[in-house]
């Protein structure tokens, strides 16, 4: 699957880390949250998932006794791993944990080789954060590459609204919210077919309404503005 350019210097920064070594971790760390702060759709994507997440709750629960030791039970669920990497890294950048400790208490291995924890914690940690961002990434934003298609946003909004609806479950919204949001994205979807721009504007001000009274839909309408740019 091609890369998507927007996301070359998040990949870049995490496949730095993932090739590194330990004395250059906190550099590389830093790198990765520094490119998240300046892409402000990196950073809306890490915010929803942040939305209500207790990391120390979180972190508590993964710990788990193994042997003499201890395991750390990473989430799989994509939203999850992204909140509990991104609180990780945060606290690890600000000192509030520290690498060394923290590999050497959950990646510890019976072996010789050198740099080992690293490696695992990489494996662990880095590339199921990286794959997340790039997944629900793909999902929300829609690469198109002709020039004309680009220019025409109300083919651009007809193609953001049946992304969204084909993951309206991920929005976890009550059914009577669900039906309001449906009807809206049908609506718009609709206006935008009959290229009925004063219709196509009035819903997206309503849809702005809604997101704003359900906050989790707030990176779906995210995504319908930026059909306008």
């Known amino acids: 699957m091609a890369q998507i350019a927007e996301l070359i210097p998040f990949n870049n920064a995490c496949d730095e880390f993932i090739s590194g070594k330990y004395i250059l971790a906190d550099i590389k760390i830093a790198s990765i949250l520094r490119i998240i702060a300046e892409d402000e759709k990196l950073k809306d994507i890490v915010s929803s998932c942040l939305e209500s997440y207790d990391f120390n709750d979180k972190f508590t629960h993964s710990i788990h006794s193994k042997g003499n030791g201890y395991v750390l039970d990473v989430p799989t669920n994509e939203k999850e791993i992204i909140a509990f990497a991104f609180s990780l890294l945060y606290k690890l950048d600000n000192k509030?944990?520290?690498?060394?400790?923290?590999?050497?208490?959950?990646?510890?291995?019976?072996?010789?080789?050198?740099?080992?924890?690293?490696?695992?914690?990489?494996?662990?940690?880095?590339?199921?954060?990286?794959?997340?961002?790039?997944?629900?990434?793909?999902?929300?934003?829609?690469?198109?590459?002709?020039?004309?298609?680009?220019?025409?946003?109300?083919?651009?909004?007809?193609?953001?609204?049946?992304?969204?609806?084909?993951?309206?479950?991920?929005?976890?919204?009550?059914?009577?919210?669900k039906e309001e949001f449906t009807m809206l994205l049908n609506s718009l979807y609709l206006a935008s077919e009959q290229n009925d721009k004063k219709l196509v504007y009035s819903l997206m001000i309503a849809l702005d309404y809604f997101s704003r009274i359900n906050k989790k839909t707030k990176p779906a309408y995210m995504s319908l503005e930026e059909c306008f740019e």
Not at 106 to 118: Q, R
Not at 156 to 166: C, G, P, Q
């Open 96 to 177: 509030d944990i520290n690498f060394y400790d923290f590999i050497s208490q959950f990646y510890k291995v019976d072996s010789d080789l050198p740099g080992k924890e690293f490696y695992n914690f990489a494996n662990a940690i880095i590339i199921p954060f990286k794959q997340a961002i790039n997944s629900i990434y793909s999902k929300r934003h829609i690469i198109v590459e002709t020039d004309d298609y680009q220019k025409n946003y109300y083919n651009k909004i007809m193609t953001t609204v049946k992304l969204i609806a084909r993951n309206i479950d991920n929005y976890k919204l009550k059914m009577n919210e």
